[in-house]
T-cell receptor, first 122, second 115 residues
Framework: KAGVTQTPRYLIKTRGQQVTLSCSPI?????VSWYQQTPGQGLQFLFE???????NKGNFPGRFSGRQFSNSRSEMNVSTLELGDSALYLC?????????????????????FGSGTRLTVV | ELKVEQNPLFLSMQEGKNYTIYCNYS?????LYWYRQDPGKSLESLFV?????AVKQEGRLMASLDTKARLSTLHITAAVHDLSATYFC???????????????FGTGTRLTIIP
């Protein structure tokens, strides 16, 4: 089955611009989460969406936002780009609903990551 | 706040040798993941560990989880060059019986296998 699809793969933007990244989860997965990876800060959680609702949010400024559509596809947006926003942005899809009880064997799921979008801000 | 410590940060080892990467975390969780990342690539899932005492093996890699000690290990046996990559552990903030919460990642271990 198809994996997690992120577009675009590469982006170069100028400071002050905004950018929108897209993520299509594995078919049947309704949870999409976003992570930022930089050499200095490592992998950091941005936010998670389930059924079009933001369920968790990391410690990022309000310039970072996201949304999820009824088909579970998700977008994240970064406005007023700064040089420090240059990073690899990864999205992950998972089967479960965050914070809700699940029954075995559904425990044996995890997160599948997409190929990422490498954003360079100049 | 959940903290995940991974060591060593860098590991250079000869082919054929054995070594272990350690992952300590600060709060109760019984869901831990190991990922591999090649340069410029995404995260590839290696192991999902879901309970105390869980042990999983795939080829030359074996992962274990001790939830009481809040420790997971990734053991490499008879290393080969193809295992050169960065390895991350990640802890799921949710515990059973709840669904996935956000992942908190370790700093990663950059493994280089020298022929």
């Amino acid at each position: 089955k198809a994996g997690v699809t992120q577009t675009p793969r590469y982006l170069i933007k100028t400071r002050g611009q905004q950018v929108t990244l897209s993520c299509s989860p594995i078919s049947g997965h309704r949870s999409v989460s976003w992570y930022q990876q930089t050499p200095g800060q490592g992998l950091q959680f941005l936010f998670e969406y389930f059924s079009e609702t933001q369920r968790n949010k990391g410690n990022f400024p309000g310039r970072f936002s996201g949304r999820q559509f009824s088909n579970s596809r998700s977008e994240m947006n970064v406005s007023t780009l700064e040089l420090g926003d240059s990073a690899l942005y990864l999205c992950a899809s998972s089967l479960g609903e965050p914070g809700r009880p699940v029954l075995a064997p559904l425990y044996n799921y995890g997160y599948t990551f997409g190929s990422g979008t490498r954003l360079t801000v100049v | 706040e959940l903290k995940v410590e991974q060591n060593p940060l860098f590991l250079s080892m000869q082919e054929g040798k054995n070594y272990t990467i350690y992952c300590n975390y600060s709060t109760t969780s019984d869901r831990l993941y190991w990922y591999r990342q090649d340069p410029g690539k995404s995260l590839e899932s290696l192991f999902v560990l879901l309970s105390n005492g869980a042990v999983k093996q795939e080829g030359r890699l074996m992962a274990s989880l001790d939830t009481k000690a809040r420790l997971s290990t990734l053991h490499i046996t008879a290393a080969v060059h193809d295992l050169s990559a960065t390895y991350f552990c990640a802890v799921d903030g949710g515990g059973r019986p709840f669904g996935n919460e956000k992942l908190t990642f370790g700093t990663g271990t950059r493994l280089t296998i020298i022929p």
